[in-house]
């Protein structure tokens, strides 16, 4: 598969395009960037980790009867996926507090939710990817009541897979952040990544952080926790 032109450079990724128009080829970087982009860092080998470890999982939910992008692993960073438009939706779901939900509703980290809740945020960088319910994305036109009904119960089979899956390797899945894309024929995939950048993952013995918030807090041992969650999925795999 030929890498042609760069379509475009993100914070954490670069898309080019490829001789078929239907895929591209998307390259894993090592920048790190939280709090909408002011806090900037390198995480050495972050790339590879979730290159190789969004692969394992987009094989995984295929199987699980979630379609992806996933096409195939090119390399350590690089993967040709299938070209989405992508839906300005991040889905966020969660199985305990954290992050910004502890922070919004006022309630400590940690706290085990019941069931699982799903969110959107409109993906959108200017205006700082404000929280949006489902009637405000259908009064934008960011997708339709069939695909919204649709996503979600992607995401809460992807959380239903994946929970269990890291519970296996002694990890409890707390939150995380899908996105998800239209094929040409309008058709719903997962898109994008699943990673320590996009999921915030606990020890369950000890509840250390083996995630992108040891970069976002500084508590150190950044490259130490993406390799330990990496060792983990790959000695499974
Ligand atoms: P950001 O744009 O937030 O800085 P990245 O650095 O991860 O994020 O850039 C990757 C970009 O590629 C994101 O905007 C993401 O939505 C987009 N993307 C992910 N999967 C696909 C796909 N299959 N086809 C086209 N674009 C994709
Ligand atoms: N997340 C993400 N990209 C974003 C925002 C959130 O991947 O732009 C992930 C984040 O890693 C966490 C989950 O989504 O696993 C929930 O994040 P939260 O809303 O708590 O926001 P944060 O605390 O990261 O600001």
Redesign the pocket.
């Known amino acids: 598969m030929e890498k042609k032109e760069q379509l475009y450079e993100g914070k954490a990724k670069k898309v080019f395009a490829t001789s078929d128009p239907a895929l591209v080829i998307v390259s894993y970087k090592d920048d790190a960037t939280?709090?909408d982009g002011l806090k900037k860092g390198t995480i050495a080998g972050k790339g590879v980790v979730n290159n190789r470890m969004t692969n394992m999982m987009m094989r995984l939910l295929e199987k699980s009867g979630v379609p992806t992008h996933f096409v195939e692993e090119l390399s350590d960073r690089e993967t040709v996926v299938k070209k989405v438009s992508i839906v300005p939706l991040?889905v966020?779901v969660?199985n305990v507090s954290?992050?910004?939900?502890?922070?919004r509703y006022g309630v400590e980290e940690g706290i085990p939710f019941d069931e699982p809740t799903v969110?959107f945020?409109y993906k959108n960088d200017d205006l700082h990817?404000p929280l949006l319910n489902d009637s405000h994305a259908l009064a934008l036109h960011l997708a339709t009541k069939e695909e919204i009904a649709l996503i979600k119960s992607y995401a809460l089979r992807v959380n239903e897979v994946l929970e269990g899956y890291f519970l296996s390797l002694g990890v409890r899945l707390?939150?995380?952040?899908l996105e998800f894309g239209r094929l040409q024929d309008g058709t719903i995939v997962l898109a994008d990544e699943i990673s320590p950048?996009?999921?915030?993952f606990w020890d369950a013995a000890t509840g250390e952080k083996l995630?992108?918030?040891r970069f976002?807090r500084d508590l150190g041992g950044v490259e130490e926790a993406y390799r330990e969650i990496f060792k983990r999925v790959t000695e499974k795999d």
């Open positions: 939280a709090f991040e966020i969660r954290a992050g910004s939900f502890a922070k969110e945020s990817d707390i939150d995380f952040k950048d996009t999921c915030r995630d992108k918030d976002r």
